[in-house]
């Protein structure tokens, strides 16, 4: 079992940042792609960043230029840098981790979601 827990979220004035971490605790596991996803009520679940393996990113247009995702392997940790801040950005914001767990001989593929945070840009 892989196991995410988001944090850093909060409330936050337009214009303003915040880094929300994503931290993920198991044994036995290697992940190959985290995405982070945000979620308002009555509206569709957007994927606002991704990081595979090897390091490669990529974002959807809303938020281009402004969110930042990166990676520590050290302490299985992913963060995403929120900056310019902006109200549409207000959801709750959860990540998403796949990848394989267990031994080489028994090995599974797993797909983990966080809680979620919530996120409020605000003035």
């Known amino acids: 079992q892989v196991q995410l827990v988001e944090s850093g979220g909060g409330l936050v004035q337009p214009g303003g940042s915040l880094r929300l971490s994503c931290a993920a605790s198991?044994?036995?596991?290697?992940?190959?792609?985290v995405g982070w996803y945000r979620q308002t009520p009555g509206k569709q679940r957007e994927l606002v960043a991704t990081?595979?393996?090897?390091?490669?990113?990529t974002y959807p247009d809303s938020v281009k230029g402004r969110f930042t995702i990166s990676r520590d392997n050290a302490k299985n940790t992913v963060s995403l840098q929120m900056n310019n801040l902006k109200p549409e950005d207000t959801a709750v914001y959860c990540c998403?981790?796949?990848?394989?767990?267990?031994?080489?001989?028994?090995?599974?593929?797993?797909?983990?979601w966080g809680q979620g945070t919530q996120v409020t840009v605000s003035s």
């Open positions: 198991g044994s036995d596991f290697r992940i190959e792609s």
């Open positions: 990081i595979l393996s090897a390091g490669t990113t």
């Open positions: 998403n981790a796949m990848g394989v767990i267990g031994s080489p001989f028994a090995s599974r593929r797993f797909d983990a």
